[in-house]
């Protein structure tokens, strides 16, 4: 009797457990099946691709040619598209909006070298291109990171650097990605459950806002646009080994650096963050000059930009005016 219990109690571990797999490779699946556009047919007619050494980069422009140039860098999975109501009011206001899309995401080139180090210099690379005059740069979540990057590692590129809900790991001990995600297999089942995941996306959009009424079909339409693009989910993969592991190398990694930067600083966070929650905002201040502005949004969560772009882009317009 005992046996027979154990032999069905093995037996319906195993059926769970290859009932798991088939589900986790059937997202996978559906990923390489679903990930058949081209770049020419799904980018919007409103950008151009700009060459670096590094592969081209995917840019919005917007606003007069002599304006004070605004460099706008996107955070996690989301791309220049993001920051269309910001760009509009900027280029309004009579700034040169600059919005990119940094690699992988977005439509830019997929070169499989994601360090914020790599970033900077890409963009640097952008900016040469575009002979563009010194830049007021705006870093949101995980572009923070490379934002920041540019303005230590180029100082005469940026005229002043605003950081919005930064995510710069900098209350995080430093570590490589965790053993577990190291297989490249392991991290496109991943990324194809979430990242790339058509079904996933609003849920996970509603995730990082603290207004989630604010997930709306056209923000979820963005975002799912360029994920459409040819090995999405395997480039994405790439680039999630860097994200998940700690860019010890990258200057803007160094909590010390903070108070030698040479270009005037301001942040904008969500008061109602959960991902990067304020205290971190608060961190972040003490470690920069003493003359560094910080705003917070109230209400807001980690991409105030579309949970209220009207309060956003009225802070970023006040901002910009300080600087």
Partial sequence: MVSNI???????????????????????????????????????????????????????????????????????????????????????????????????????????????????????????????????????????????????????????LVLVDAALGLTAAPSDAPWVVQPQWIREVLVSLTITNPVATQMLLKSLIAKKERALPEYVAILQRPLAQRDSTSDIADWLYYFLGTDTNAASADRNAYAKLEVPVAILWGDKDTITPVEQALDLRRLLPSDTDLTLLPGLGHIPQIEDPTMFNDALLKTLGKL
């Fill in 6 to 160: 154990l032999r069905w109690s093995a037996n319906g571990l195993l059926v769970l457990l290859l009932s798991a797999i088939l589900v986790v490779t059937s997202f996978r699946l559906a990923a390489s099946i679903r990930e058949t556009g081209a770049r020419a047919q799904l980018a919007p007619k409103t950008g151009h691709l700009v060459p670096t050494r590094s592969g081209r980069v995917f840019v919005q422009e917007k606003g007069p040619e002599d304006g004070i140039p605004v460099v706008l860098f996107h955070g996690t999975a989301a791309w220049s598209e993001l920051w269309r109501h910001t760009s509009d009011v900027l280029a309004a206001a009579g700034f040169h909006v600059i919005a990119l899309d940094l690699p992988p995401f977005g439509f830019s080139d997929r070169p499989g070298s994601y360090t914020r180090q790599d970033q900077a210099a890409r963009i640097n690379d952008v900016l040469d291109a575009l002979k563009a005059e010194p830049a007021i740069i705006v870093g949101h979540s995980f572009g923070a990171g490379a934002a920041t990057e540019l303005a230590m590692r180029y100082p005469d590129r940026a005229r002043a």
